[in-house]
């Protein structure tokens, strides 16, 4: 299959060389068609891998992955191009950290909406499911790493869109639990989550745990 | 033990009830001395309730609760007085939920703030600890309903605070896992859960479920 992902951090790079060593062609799109990240990760992942743009990216992709900072991810996407995007999936791994206040970081946004909904409101044909960003990338690709239970969350409002992701989660990643919170706006729950991630991260002392829901 | 509590909504009596079984002395505090569902509370609690003012409880409780909505918890707190609250470990266990907008409710402060910190603020020598906000009230005095393994959020500023406050939710109420997550600024991420609970107990379609950190 061939997958767009926008954004050269360690997040569009774990998932890029995940989806490479299982046989699918990647595109990495950023903000330039040489991004030196992007071109260092397309020398380490071998011949399914490839960069460009965020256009290039969005053309390229049957199905999409948002790993910019939550920050950045409009601007990122308005490059991508609606036309480009339009109709696809696009599962929005991003979170609003905003460190520009110092540490530990806020979001830009929350409460009363959240970087999904505002890519779904500016892109009403693209299929947004929110899904991964709630985990540390590593645990993202590998969520065998922890011994016990844990969960995943998505959210969107496309309920075909979110049952393609289910699929991809579990056959490609390996994912047991997953948890379907609702509509988009229930981004606000799932990106909020971070304001006590990062406490449990400083806490803890290493990013490798993960949400579960007991019942 | 004397315990003083405030609020006399499900909250409140579940906590007050368990603690009177346990043998301590509660009273719980409402904005009238005479407040309808604090008498019926007293009424089915036995000789070890009794009700008064937010004043009265503050004043007779040598560990107090507040089980007030955080949107009124500071000026509950406010009619408690702060020569009664003085140098007590209060444990707060609102949460901002705002209905004002409909359902789901959003919060009246997250992300840069909290109603953990605007109470520390206002009554800087009460000892805060927040805790027990994150789960439904029948879990709290009975965590051992849930079979799997699941987990307590405390923060606050006092250490040997949140040290008594820990014994007491192991030994009164039978928490085994309890994670501290820092100071009191870290009530942004514990009633920022608030914003995923809800979500997920709508599609649950149930409040008897909790969350686990897998590490």
Same mark, same amino acid.
């Given at each position: 299959?061939?997958?767009?992902?926008?954004?050269?951090?360690?997040?569009?790079?774990? $998932?890029?060389?995940?989806?490479?060593? $299982?046989?699918?062609?990647? =595109?990495?799109?950023?903000?330039?068609?040489?991004?030196?990240?992007?071109?260092?990760?397309?020398?380490?992942?071998?011949?399914?891998?490839?960069?460009?743009?965020?256009?290039?990216?969005?053309?390229?992709?049957?199905?999409?992955?948002?790993?910019?900072?939550?920050?950045?991810?409009?601007?990122?996407?308005? #490059?991508?191009?609606?036309?480009?995007?339009?109709?696809? %999936?696009?599962?929005?791994?991003?979170?609003?950290?905003?460190?520009? =206040?110092?540490?530990?970081?806020?979001?830009?946004?929350?409460?009363? &909406?959240?970087?999904?909904?505002?890519?779904?409101?500016?892109?009403?044909?693209?299929k947004v499911v929110k899904a991964l960003n709630? $985990?540390?990338? #590593?645990?993202?690709v590998n969520p065998g790493a922890l011994a016990?239970?844990? &969960?995943?969350? %998505?959210?969107?409002? &496309?309920?075909? #869109? =979110?049952?393609?992701?289910?699929?991809?989660?579990?056959?490609? $990643?390996?994912?047991?639990? %997953?948890? &379907?919170?609702?509509?988009?706006?229930?981004?606000?729950?799932?990106?909020g989550l971070m304001l006590l991630w990062i406490?449990?991260?400083? =806490?803890?002392?290493?990013?490798?745990?993960?949400?579960?829901?007991?019942?």
């Amino acid at each position: 299959m061939k997958i767009g992902i926008f954004g050269s951090g360690v997040v569009g790079n774990t $998932l890029g060389t995940k989806f490479t060593e $299982l046989g699918h062609e990647v =595109k990495m799109g950023s903000r330039t068609a040489s991004n030196d990240k992007a071109a260092a990760w397309v020398g380490s992942a071998g011949s399914k891998a490839s960069q460009g743009t965020f256009a290039d990216a969005a053309a390229f992709g049957e199905i999409l992955f948002n790993c910019t900072s939550g920050a950045v991810s409009l601007p990122a996407l308005e #490059a991508a191009g609606a036309k480009n995007l339009a109709g696809k %999936i696009l599962v929005d791994v991003s979170n609003p950290l905003d460190f520009s =206040k110092g540490m530990p970081p806020s979001l830009t946004v929350c409460n009363t &909406d959240s970087t999904g909904e505002q890519i779904q409101r500016a892109f009403p044909n693209v299929k947004v499911v929110k899904a991964l960003n709630t $985990l540390t990338s #590593a645990l993202m690709v590998n969520p065998g790493a922890l011994a016990g239970e844990h &969960d995943l969350f %998505i959210c969107g409002n &496309d309920d075909g #869109a =979110k049952g393609r992701v289910t699929e991809i989660l579990r056959e490609w $990643l390996g994912w047991k639990n %997953i948890v &379907d919170v609702g509509d988009i706006t229930a981004a606000r729950g799932t990106e909020g989550l971070m304001l006590l991630w990062i406490r449990l991260y400083g =806490k803890l002392q290493t990013p490798h745990f993960n949400w579960h829901i007991t019942r």
